[in-house]
Each structure stands twice: as structure tokens, then as C-alpha cells.
């Protein structure tokens, strides 16, 4: 069974530090772009972050500078860094995978940043 298993998320004052991450598992060969949304209740889902295979990163502009994704291709696995949190960045953060045939999504990761 593939799944995505995200872990890392938590409760933090404003200003502090978290890292997420999300490996995925199961029968998966190739794994293109990785990255990480972000759902307020009531809100969109946002794109945060994304990485490529070839490490080619984009990132929302509200956390540009504060947050960094990165890759363990050997791993099938995915961080998010993120410093300097805000009460803004209080989500849910899901991960997700292109594999060729379709995109797996994380369960999910509560983050919240408390003033």
C-alpha cells in the first residue's frame, strides 16, 4: 500500500522553530515533485512549498526566508524547516507525491503557533 506518513508538527510560540516531515512508503519506483500545503478551516488549501526531483524548490512568498524544503531521494522523504513562525502559519500541513500515475497525499499534521 502506498501512503505518505507525515510527522514533526506540534505547538510553538511565535517566533520559534518546527520541522516536518513526510515519507512515503510502499510500492513506489519513481517520485517526481514533492511538497507542502497548507488548510486553514474555511480557507483554501495553499501551496507552501515544493521541490523537485533535480532539487528545484519554490515556496509561497509568505514564507519565503523562513521556511526551507528539502530532499532524501534515497529515503522518499521530504523536510520542512520552518523558523521564525508566525500565529499566520497555524494550519494543518499536508504533504503530497507525483508519482507518474496520480498524487498521494499526506494525512495531515496540525501546526500552531501561539502568541
Known amino acids: 500500500q502506498r501512503q505518505l506518513v507525515e510527522s514533526g508538527g506540534g505547538l510553538v510560540q511565535t517566533g520559534g522553530s518546527l520541522r516536518v516531515s513526510c515519507a512515503a512508503s510502499g510500492s513506489i519506483f519513481t517520485i517526481n515533485a514533492m511538497g507542502w500545503y497548507r488548510q486553514v478551516p474555511g480557507k483554501q488549501r495553499e501551496l507552501v512549498a515544493a521541490?523537485?526531483?533535480?532539487?528545484?524548490?519554490a515556496y509561497a512568498g509568505s514564507v519565503k526566508g523562513r521556511f526551507t524544503i528539502s530532499r532524501d531521494n534515497a529515503k522518499n522523504t521530504i523536510y520542512l524547516q520552518m523558523n521564525n513562525l508566525e500565529a499566520e502559519d497555524t494550519a494543518v500541513y499536508y504533504c503530497?507525491?507525483?508519482?507518474?500515475?496520480?498524487?498521494?497525499w499526506g494525512q495531515g499534521t496540525q501546526v500552531t503557533v501561539s502568541s
Open positions: 503530497y507525491a507525483d508519482l507518474p500515475e496520480d498524487r498521494l
Open positions: 521541490i523537485a526531483r533535480d532539487g528545484g524548490k
